[in-house]
């Protein structure tokens, strides 16, 4: 849901946060602002990204 117009709000600030309190660098997969129904549509995309990232 972190592109979905509703929510980007919150994802921008929970990525923020993490990077300041925590000092970590939050690495976006490339599918990960593409919003939800495309997601929901695109479940490879979703496994592309979880591999990526492992």
Known sequence: MAGDE????????????????????????KNTLKGS??????PEARAEDMMEAF
């Open 6 to 29: 509703l929510f980007r709000h919150r994802y921008e600030i929970g990525k923020k946060r993490i990077e300041e309190i925590f000092g970590l660098e939050v690495v976006e997969m």
């Open 37 to 42: 129904e495309y997601l929901y549509k695109h």
